[in-house]
């Protein structure tokens, strides 16, 4: 287990040279002293540390690496700073609607017919994301082999920058109330903790409506000793061909600036610098392929050489499902994203937001995409009558635990800049379809509860809400007239992402326990990629404690191969 291998005492001796050796000073965002475009870099480079990705994960790692050696941290976007559609909490949903070239959100639809998107930002994910922030439970750190108190003393250090407490108004709390009505107990309070029961969790919003992501937490790094590239796209690592019986060693990248410029950054002479791969649940198994390590025929059928034969490459592929009911309100409701879940025995969350909604973005979108792919859009499912102007509304919905449906990524060129084709399988497991069902049911009592009572126009129904679901642009999935009389149905119709997707470098078959990429040396993959399942009811905060978690790891193996 890896956490056998965290001798207290060894740890805290690390520890506190590490707390010695943090300088007196720290830059603040927007980082001038150490960012700048990739345009600017010089053609070669070379580091101790190469990061690719500076997401969710590889601020944090990025960050810690930094105290101690020199780190190159490569993100493909630009900025979150002076962006209000990232900044602030009412631009969430422009950000997905924005198609562009340049939007932080990258569209992508898997071959299972949903939306989905992915960063193309520093700070990842957490710069487009929702915000909610809670921790993994008690028994996924003790399944995955993490050592608890490193994990716990992580936690602490991302959330003293990035969370807070949200501000529980009236619609929250109308769900909170039901939730408990119906029976989703106890009521666990404010809490970052995963416990059973209804919660309040975190947030990276403030009381001000301002986000905070992962790429704040660089305000902890050491500015003399990391560089950080934006618009920097990433092409392929680099590797030193296996001779004497050695296995192929990581020893640098090409990347590409926003004028199409090629860049090299090699990793300096040392047994134990690395390549950190950090781009995502998609771009971490793209760019292992593209660098010739995956299923060898499809590597093949790209013109890509193949450097090692990794038919795991890609595969796990899971995104958690979710399902939502928009509840039109005769009073206002607060602008809230997700604030209050109630986390059930049958595993299913259910979670809620609300504000003015303009379902108009979600036309856009789909309109779009339809341009894009050359495809004709069927007008069956829009409904006009809601995408004419917003209305105040709040959403009640559930995410799926695990799940238990798994599916694949393949490249669809070699480009990238190129989504690769994505199926995850939605609700392949028929586990996973009963336990939509279960929240589906849970979510219909919390409607009709008298927590929301003032919430509904009279006479109104879960099921005629449930119905006019049906008539929404959610997905390009096909329609069928069961679903108005089919959980199962309107669960398989409506479903739609919750931008959880995880897989394709798991542990155990793509990477080691050290997260150590099996076949070659010198490379490890720290992200979302690696995960079996999807850590509590959401991921963000385990995503950056990881990135802080394995920063420290790392800085103790240097250690303890220096003194031995």
Same mark, same amino acid.
């Given at each position: 287990?890896?956490?056998?291998?965290?001798?207290?005492?060894?740890?805290?001796?690390?520890?506190?040279?590490?707390?010695?050796?943090?300088?007196?000073?720290?830059?603040?965002?927007?980082?001038?002293?150490?960012?700048?475009?990739?345009?600017?870099?010089?053609? #070669?480079?070379?580091?101790?540390?190469?990061?690719?990705?500076?997401?969710?994960?590889?601020?944090?790692?990025?960050?810690?690496?930094?105290?101690?050696?020199?780190?190159?941290?490569?993100?493909?976007?630009?900025?979150?700073?002076?962006?209000?559609?990232?900044?602030?909490?009412?631009?969430? =949903?422009?950000?997905?609607?924005?198609?562009?070239?340049?939007?932080?959100?990258?569209?992508?639809?898997?071959?299972?017919?949903?939306?989905?998107?992915?960063?193309?930002?520093?700070?990842?994910?957490?710069?487009?994301?929702?915000?909610?922030?809670?921790?993994?439970?008690?028994?996924?750190?003790?399944?995955?082999?993490?050592?608890?108190?490193?994990?716990?003393?992580?936690?602490?250090?991302?959330?003293?920058?990035?969370?807070?407490? $949200?501000?529980?108004?009236?619609?929250?709390?109308?769900? &909170?109330?039901?939730?408990?009505?119906?029976?989703?107990?106890?009521?666990?309070?404010?809490?970052?903790?995963?416990?059973?029961?209804?919660?309040?969790?975190?947030?990276?919003?403030?009381?001000?409506?301002?986000?905070?992501?992962?790429?704040?937490?660089?305000?902890?790094?050491?500015?003399?000793?990391?560089?950080?590239?934006?618009?920097?796209?990433?092409?392929?690592?680099?590797?030193?061909?296996? #001779?004497?019986?050695? &296995?192929?060693?990581?020893?640098?990248?090409?990347?590409?600036?926003?004028?199409?410029?090629?860049?090299?950054?090699?990793? &300096?002479?040392?047994?134990?610098?690395?390549?950190?791969?950090?781009?995502?649940?998609?771009?971490?198994?793209?760019?292992?392929?593209? =660098?010739?390590?995956?299923?060898?025929?499809?590597?093949?059928?790209?013109?890509?050489?193949?450097?090692?034969?990794?038919?795991?490459?890609?595969?796990?592929?899971?995104?958690?499902?979710?399902?939502?009911?928009?509840?039109?309100? $005769? &009073?206002?409701?607060?602008?809230?994203?997700?604030?209050?879940?109630?986390?059930?025995?049958?595993?299913?969350?259910?979670?809620?937001?609300?504000? $003015?909604?303009?379902?108009?973005?979600?036309?856009?979108?789909?309109?779009?995409?339809?341009?894009?792919?050359?495809?004709?859009?069927?007008?069956?499912?829009?409904?006009?009558?809601?995408?004419? =102007?917003?209305?105040?509304?709040?959403?009640?919905?559930?995410?799926?635990?695990?799940?238990?449906?798994?599916?694949?990524?393949?490249?669809?060129?070699?480009?990238?800049?190129?989504?690769?084709?994505?199926?995850?399988?939605?609700?392949?497991?028929?586990?996973?379809?009963?336990?939509?069902?279960?929240?589906?049911?849970?979510?219909?009592?919390?409607?009709?509860?008298?927590?929301?009572?003032?919430?509904?126009?009279?006479?109104?129904?879960?099921?005629?809400?449930?119905?006019?679901?049906?008539?929404?642009?959610?997905?390009?999935?096909?329609?069928?007239? =069961?679903?108005?009389?089919?959980?199962?149905?309107?669960?398989?119709?409506?479903?739609?992402?919750?931008?959880?997707?995880?897989?394709?470098?798991?542990?155990?078959?793509?990477?080691? !326990?050290?997260?150590?990429?099996?076949?070659?040396?010198?490379?490890?993959?720290?992200?979302?990629?690696?995960?079996?399942?999807?850590?509590?009811?959401?991921?963000?905060?385990?995503?950056?404690?990881?990135?802080?978690?394995?920063?420290?790891?790392?800085?103790?193996?240097?250690?303890?191969?220096? !003194?031995?």
């Amino acid at each position: 287990m890896v956490s056998s291998s965290w001798n207290p005492f060894i740890f805290s001796y690390f520890f506190g040279i590490l707390i010695l050796s943090i300088p007196c000073f720290s830059e603040k965002a927007p980082y001038s002293t150490f960012t700048r475009d990739a345009t600017s870099a010089p053609k #070669v480079i070379s580091f101790d540390y190469i990061i690719i990705g500076g997401g969710t994960c590889g601020c944090a790692l990025a960050a810690t690496l930094s105290q101690s050696f020199n780190v190159l941290l490569l993100e493909r976007g630009g900025l979150p700073y002076g962006n209000p559609n990232i900044t602030n909490i009412n631009g969430f =949903s422009s950000n997905l609607a924005n198609t562009s070239p340049s939007s932080p959100s990258q569209l992508f639809i898997s071959t299972d017919g949903v939306f989905n998107h992915r960063a193309r930002v520093l700070g990842g994910g957490s710069a487009i994301n929702a915000g909610f922030f809670t921790r993994a439970s008690a028994e996924y750190v003790r399944k995955v082999g993490w050592n608890e108190k490193v994990v716990n003393d992580s936690y602490e250090w991302v959330e003293k920058k990035v969370a807070f407490e $949200p501000q529980v108004k009236q619609w929250q709390s109308a769900v &909170k109330s039901g939730l408990l009505e119906v029976g989703v107990k106890p009521d666990n309070g404010f809490t970052y903790e995963h416990l059973y029961g209804t919660k309040v969790g975190g947030s990276i919003f403030d009381s001000q409506g301002h986000r905070h992501t992962a790429a704040d937490l660089l305000e902890y790094a050491d500015p003399t000793k990391i560089s950080l590239l934006l618009y920097a796209t990433v092409e392929q690592i680099i590797f030193k061909p296996a #001779v004497g019986g050695r &296995k192929p060693r990581a020893n640098g990248v090409r990347f590409q600036d926003s004028k199409g410029n090629s860049h090299l950054a090699y990793l &300096k002479e040392g047994p134990m610098n690395e390549v950190l791969l950090s781009a995502g649940a998609l771009g971490s198994p793209q760019m292992l392929m593209l =660098s010739g390590i995956g299923p060898a025929e499809q590597l093949k059928a790209h013109g890509i050489s193949v450097l090692l034969d990794q038919p795991m490459v890609g595969l796990g592929m899971s995104d958690n499902p979710m399902n939502a009911v928009i509840i039109p309100s $005769p &009073k206002p409701v607060e602008v809230s994203l997700i604030q209050v879940v109630g986390i059930t025995e049958f595993e299913s969350y259910i979670e809620a937001s609300s504000g $003015p909604l303009e379902l108009d973005w979600l036309r856009t979108m789909v309109n779009d995409f339809a341009r894009i792919a050359n495809q004709s859009l069927d007008p069956s499912v829009i409904n006009p009558r809601f995408l004419n =102007s917003p209305i105040q509304a709040g959403v009640i919905l559930e995410k799926l635990a695990g799940p238990f449906s798994t599916g694949f990524l393949q490249l669809s060129s070699k480009d990238p800049n190129d989504n690769p084709l994505v199926t995850f399988n939605y609700f392949k497991d028929p586990r996973d379809l009963q336990r939509c069902v279960q929240g589906m049911r849970t979510i219909a009592k919390v409607i009709e509860s008298t927590s929301l009572f003032d919430f509904k126009y009279p006479f109104t129904t879960a099921q005629a809400l449930f119905d006019t679901m049906l008539t929404f642009p959610l997905n390009l999935r096909p329609r069928h007239l =069961s679903a108005s009389v089919s959980l199962e149905q309107f669960c398989i119709d409506t479903v739609v992402t919750i931008w959880h997707y995880h897989g394709g470098c798991q542990v155990g078959k793509v990477v080691d !326990r050290d997260y150590k990429v099996l076949g070659v040396d010198g490379l490890r993959v720290i992200d979302g990629s690696t995960f079996i399942d999807s850590p509590g009811t959401n991921p963000q905060a385990t995503v950056m404690m990881l990135g802080r978690y394995m920063g420290l790891k790392i800085l103790r193996e240097r250690l303890v191969g220096a !003194r031995s």
